[in-house]
């Protein structure tokens, strides 16, 4: 193993839950398409990803001591194996660039509009590359921290605005055709929610009991989809139906807490928490990648790949797409198609290929014990013959004894 | 500016990893880590001289929405 270091079941379902709360950013991907609905978007995504989680708890619970390009190599053979490996090393790879080109897309609008975009990325990376360099546990050993701060951060800005909400802002409900709803919950389930298939790559270190790898899997999500629900029904209902104006809504709601003048002008919670949720997926994403390569390419250790790739990723991550309009277009209408073939399609394959496979071998253990059985009885009955066969020339050899020595006694 | 700031990080960053290079198991370990040091050094440099590189995901994203179009109706 690569890294051998283990992580626990509690901090593995706060990490899941750290991935899906830092899609905070992402909302403004179907909150322009279903507006005043979006609630409804998350609440639907929360029911459409349960497919998946049983998918990947049964490949955990199957191959608790390997990772998922273990597994493909298992499953399919190692040619095939390693095409669908490479093919995941995409995934992983472009993941982790559109993360960074996230953060430093927020911390230029939001923060920092004059610092050049490469120099932030940048220095985010640093950081990450130290942590990752550091290995899993150090990389989610704050987790739960982490996770509470957000749920709190964003519980405060609920209830400061309280004053401030009109529920009117989430009528009229059901308002757009329903082609909008089904493409707003595949956007919701493949991009933050089913990303958590990232998971499988460190199935080997996570100290987890086989059969409570659901439970933890679940909790991880309802608490990320929680959060994120929170976080939606907050922004319609605070900034109504100019919500898709807004670009980051999760961080302009802050600005309209106003209670007193100590208490106003917040929104660097906001970017406090989605930082630091960010910092924590990526973390956990270009860790994979990283590791992913080394089991590719079979390496001893995936230390020495953790700086090259991180400048890699930040000069890919700067040119990944020429415009924001064009990244949105083709992430609400092609990215979630190609999403879906890594997140459900890969693992539904692994699923049916371990369940024909365990069909099979009990198949053949049934023949085969009575292939054994059959043999065995054969080899008796041999032995049966060979103990015959000798007793008849140990009676032989009685016999021409009995000869010699009757006819010495003639002589 | 940015090739020379390129060649100082690329720098730093290549004679920190030239251990583990050393260290590496087999020589294929060791092809494969050159490799990817050289290779991203001179990625580097390409992007820093300007050249326009194309990016990956754009392009195979690119290539499904002329061939496919989109599922979902645009309005």
């Given at each position: 193993?690569?890294?051998?270091?283990?992580?626990?079941?509690?901090?593995?379902?706060?990490?899941?839950?750290?991935?899906?709360?830092?899609?905070?950013?992402?909302?403004?991907?179907?909150?322009?398409?279903?507006?005043?609905?979006?609630?409804?978007?998350?609440?639907?995504?929360?029911?459409?990803?349960?497919?998946?989680?049983?998918?990947?708890?049964?490949?955990?619970?199957?191959?608790?001591?390997?990772?998922?390009?273990?597994?493909?190599?298992?499953?399919?053979?190692?040619?095939?194996?390693?095409?669908?490996?490479?093919?995941?090393?995409?995934?992983?790879?472009?993941?982790?660039?559109?993360?960074?080109?996230?953060?430093?897309?927020?911390?230029?609008?939001?923060?920092?509009?004059?610092?050049?975009?490469?120099?932030?990325?940048?220095?985010?990376?640093?950081?990450?590359?130290?942590?990752?360099?550091?290995?899993?546990?150090?990389?989610?050993?704050?987790?739960?921290?982490?996770?509470?701060?957000?749920?709190?951060?964003?519980?405060?800005?609920?209830?400061?605005?309280?004053?401030?909400?009109?529920?009117?802002?989430?009528?009229?409900?059901?308002?757009?055709?329903?082609?909008?709803?089904?493409?707003?919950?595949?956007?919701?389930?493949t991009i933050p929610f089913a990303e958590i298939v990232i998971f499988l790559m460190v199935?080997?270190?996570?100290?987890?009991?086989?059969?409570?790898?659901?439970?933890?899997?679940?909790?991880?999500?309802?608490?990320?989809?929680?959060?994120?629900?929170?976080?939606?029904?907050?922004?319609?209902?605070?900034?109504?139906?100019?919500?898709?104006?807004?670009?980051?809504?999760?961080?302009?709601?802050?600005?309209?807490?106003?209670?007193?003048?100590?208490?106003?002008?917040?929104?660097?919670?906001?970017?406090?928490?989605?930082?630091?949720?960010?910092?924590?997926?990526?973390?956990?994403?270009?860790?994979?990648?990283?590791?992913?390569?080394?089991?590719?390419?079979?390496?001893?250790?995936?230390?020495?790949?953790?700086?090259?790739?991180?400048?890699?990723?930040?000069?890919?991550?700067?040119?990944?797409?020429?415009?924001?309009?064009?990244?949105?277009?083709?992430?609400?209408?092609?990215?979630?198609?190609?999403?879906?073939?890594?997140?459900?399609?890969?693992?539904?394959?692994?699923?049916?290929?371990?369940?024909?496979?365990?069909?099979?071998?009990?198949?053949?253990?049934?023949?085969?014990?009575?292939?054994?059985?059959?043999?065995?009885?054969?080899?008796?009955?041999?032995?049966?013959?060979?103990?015959?066969?000798?007793?008849?020339?140990?009676?032989?050899?009685?016999?021409?004894?009995?000869?010699?020595?009757?006819?010495?006694?003639?002589? | 500016?940015?090739?020379?700031?390129?060649?100082?990080?690329?720098?730093?960053?290549?004679?920190?990893?030239?251990?583990?290079?050393?260290?590496?198991?087999?020589?294929?370990?060791?092809?494969?880590?050159?490799?990817?040091?050289?290779?991203?050094?001179?990625?580097?440099?390409?992007?820093?001289?300007?050249?326009?590189?194309?990016?990956?995901?754009?392009?195979?994203?690119?290539?499904?929405?002329?061939?496919?179009?989109?599922?979902?109706?645009?309005?």
């Amino acid at each position: 193993m690569i890294d051998s270091e283990k992580i626990s079941s509690r901090v593995f379902a706060f990490s899941v839950a750290g991935v899906i709360q830092s899609s905070v950013l992402l909302t403004s991907l179907f909150i322009d398409m279903v507006r005043q609905d979006s609630w409804i978007i998350v609440l639907l995504g929360m029911f459409m990803v349960v497919p998946f989680i049983l998918m990947y708890s049964f490949i955990m619970k199957n191959y608790p001591d390997k990772n998922l390009f273990q597994v493909l190599e298992k499953v399919f053979g190692r040619v095939i194996g390693k095409i669908i490996s490479l093919f995941y090393l995409y995934f992983f790879f472009q993941l982790t660039s559109l993360n960074l080109n996230d953060v430093g897309s927020f911390i230029n609008s939001a923060l920092m509009p004059n610092t050049p975009l490469i120099i932030v990325m940048l220095i985010t990376m640093s950081v990450i590359i130290y942590a990752v360099k550091g290995g899993i546990s150090v990389i989610t050993k704050y987790a739960a921290a982490l996770v509470v701060i957000v749920v709190v951060v964003f519980l405060l800005a609920a209830l400061l605005t309280l004053n401030i909400i009109d529920l009117k802002n989430f009528l009229p409900v059901f308002e757009y055709s329903i082609i909008k709803y089904v493409q707003g919950t595949h956007i919701v389930t493949t991009i933050p929610f089913a990303e958590i298939v990232i998971f499988l790559m460190v199935t080997p270190n996570i100290k987890i009991k086989p059969e409570n790898i659901k439970k933890f899997f679940f909790t991880g999500i309802l608490i990320g989809a929680l959060t994120l629900l929170l976080v939606v029904t907050s922004s319609i209902a605070l900034l109504g139906e100019n919500l898709y104006l807004y670009t980051i809504p999760p961080f302009e709601m802050f600005t309209l807490i106003n209670i007193t003048s100590a208490l106003s002008r917040m929104e660097i919670l906001s970017a406090i928490a989605i930082l630091i949720l960010l910092f924590f997926k990526i973390s956990i994403l270009f860790y994979v990648t990283v590791v992913a390569i080394s089991y590719f390419f079979n390496l001893s250790s995936y230390k020495p790949l953790a700086r090259v790739l991180g400048i890699i990723v930040v000069i890919y991550a700067s040119f990944i797409y020429d415009s924001m309009i064009i990244h949105t277009f083709l992430a609400a209408n092609i990215t979630i198609f190609i999403w879906f073939v890594f997140e459900f399609v890969f693992p539904l394959a692994i699923v049916i290929g371990t369940k024909v496979k365990n069909k099979l071998q009990k198949a053949i253990a049934p023949n085969s014990d009575t292939e054994i059985n059959n043999e065995q009885q054969g080899t008796g009955i041999d032995n049966n013959s060979g103990k015959e066969a000798m007793a008849e020339s140990v009676d032989n050899n009685k016999g021409k004894s009995a000869q010699s020595s009757a006819t010495q006694q003639i002589i | 500016m940015y090739i020379l700031a390129v060649v100082v990080v690329y720098g730093i960053i290549f004679f920190a990893d030239l251990r583990p290079l050393i260290k590496a198991k087999n020589i294929k370990e060791t092809i494969f880590l050159s490799l990817i040091l050289f290779g991203g050094f001179i990625f580097s440099i390409i992007w820093a001289a300007g050249v326009k590189i194309p990016s990956l995901g754009e392009s195979i994203e690119k290539f499904f929405i002329d061939t496919f179009g989109t599922v979902y109706p645009q309005k």
